[in-house]
C-alpha cells in the first residue's frame, strides 16, 4: 500500500534452539557474508528496508537447560546495532510472560518497549475469517443461522452474522488462532458448492479439560508458550523421559 513501510520480514523455518542454528539462519535471511554476530549486525544495518520483523520468536526457545541460546543469539544481534537499525519482534503472549517472569534466560532490556495487540473485537474477526474465505473463492451465507431465529430475510441474516461474530469473539477472548480453530468448527456445506454455511461451534470434547492432570495442564501450558512442537521438543521442553 501506498505509504506503507519497507519491511523485511524474517520467520525461522524451523524451531532453532542453539545459538550456531539461528546465527546461519539469520546470516542466510540477512545476506550477510558470515554468521560473525558483528557480520550480522553490519548486514542487517545495511539493508535498504527501513523496518526488520521478525516474526514467531516461540521457534527460537525450548523451555529448558540451554534451549534460550538461539533467541539469546537474536537478541545480541539487535543490540548490537540498536541505535543504527529498527527491529521488531512479534512473540506470543504466553511466551512473553514467561520470559518476562524468567529474567535469567535472555536480556529482555534490548526491547525499548513492549507493544501488547490485544484481543481482536467480532468485527475484526469477521472481517478477516470471512475475508479469508471470499479470498478463496466462497460465498459466506448465513441463511440457515437466520432462519433459527425465525428470520430469512437480508435484514435477519446480517443479524445472525453480527450474532456469529460476536459469539466466535467471546468464546475465543479475541485470540486468533483460537478464533480460527473456532471458525473452522462453525463451517457447514452450503446450497451451492461455492457457498459456505455458519452456524455455532462444534465444542465436542470441552467437558473432558476438568479431567485433565496436573501433568496435562503442564503438557498443555508448554505448547502455550512454546507454540506447535515435534514429539522430541515436547519431551525436551517437559523434561521428560520418552517413554513417560
Given at each position: 500500500?501506498?505509504?506503507?513501510?519497507?519491511?523485511?520480514?524474517?520467520?525461522?523455518?524451523?524451531?532453532?534452539?542453539?545459538?550456531?542454528?539461528?546465527?546461519?539462519?539469520?546470516?542466510?535471511?540477512?545476506?550477510?557474508?558470515?554468521?560473525?554476530?558483528?557480520?550480522?549486525?553490519?548486514?542487517?544495518?545495511?539493508?535498504?528496508?527501513?523496518?526488520?520483523?521478525?516474526?514467531?520468536?516461540?521457534?527460537?526457545?525450548?523451555?529448558?537447560?540451554?534451549?534460550?541460546?538461539?533467541?539469546?543469539?537474536?537478541?545480541?544481534?539487535?543490540?548490537?546495532?540498536?541505535?543504527?537499525?529498527?527491529?521488531?519482534?512479534?512473540?506470543?503472549?504466553?511466551?512473553?510472560?514467561?520470559?518476562?517472569?524468567?529474567?535469567?534466560?535472555?536480556?529482555?532490556?534490548?526491547?525499548?518497549?513492549?507493544?501488547?495487540?490485544?484481543?481482536?473485537?467480532?468485527?475484526?474477526?469477521?472481517?478477516?475469517?470471512?475475508?479469508?474465505?471470499?479470498?478463496?473463492?466462497?460465498?459466506?451465507?448465513?441463511?440457515?443461522?437466520?432462519?433459527?431465529?425465525?428470520?430469512?430475510?437480508?435484514?435477519?441474516?446480517?443479524?445472525?452474522?453480527?450474532?456469529?461474530?460476536?459469539?466466535?469473539?467471546?468464546?475465543?477472548?479475541?485470540?486468533?488462532?483460537?478464533?480460527?480453530?473456532?471458525w473452522l468448527h462453525s463451517l457447514r456445506a452450503g446450497a451451492s458448492p461455492e457457498q459456505l454455511e455458519h452456524g455455532p461451534p462444534r465444542l465436542d470434547g470441552l467437558d473432558a479439560l476438568?479431567?485433565?492432570?496436573?501433568?496435562?495442564?503442564?503438557?498443555?501450558?508448554?505448547?502455550?508458550?512454546?507454540?506447535?512442537?515435534?514429539?522430541?521438543?515436547?519431551?525436551?521442553?517437559?523434561?521428560?523421559?520418552?517413554?513417560?
Open positions: 500500500a501506498e505509504g506503507a513501510p519497507n519491511l523485511l520480514v524474517l520467520r525461522p523455518p524451523r524451531r532453532i534452539s542453539d545459538a550456531k542454528g539461528a546465527r546461519a539462519w539469520l546470516a542466510e535471511s540477512l545476506g550477510a557474508e558470515s554468521s560473525d554476530p558483528q557480520a550480522l549486525c553490519s548486514a542487517a544495518i545495511s539493508r535498504s528496508e527501513e523496518l526488520i520483523v521478525v516474526m514467531d520468536l516461540h521457534l527460537l526457545m525450548l523451555r529448558g537447560v540451554g534451549g534460550f541460546a538461539a533467541l539469546g543469539a537474536l537478541l545480541d544481534v539487535i543490540q548490537r546495532g540498536a541505535e543504527e537499525r529498527l527491529w521488531v519482534c512479534a512473540a506470543r503472549t504466553p511466551l512473553w510472560r514467561y520470559l518476562e517472569g524468567a529474567p535469567g534466560a535472555v536480556d529482555l532490556g534490548v526491547f525499548r518497549a513492549p507493544i501488547e495487540l490485544g484481543a481482536l473485537r467480532a468485527d475484526a474477526l469477521e472481517s478477516w475469517l470471512l475475508g479469508a474465505e471470499v479470498a478463496a473463492g466462497f460465498v459466506p451465507s448465513f441463511t440457515r443461522l437466520a432462519a433459527v431465529g425465525g428470520v430469512s430475510d437480508a435484514r435477519g441474516e446480517a443479524r445472525a452474522r453480527a450474532a456469529w461474530a460476536r459469539l466466535i469473539e467471546d468464546l475465543s477472548q479475541g485470540a486468533p488462532e483460537v478464533a480460527r480453530a473456532l476438568d479431567q485433565l492432570s496436573t501433568e496435562d495442564l503442564f503438557l498443555l501450558t508448554a505448547l502455550a508458550i512454546h507454540g506447535p512442537m515435534t514429539l522430541s521438543a515436547l519431551i525436551e521442553a517437559l523434561n521428560r523421559p520418552e517413554s513417560a
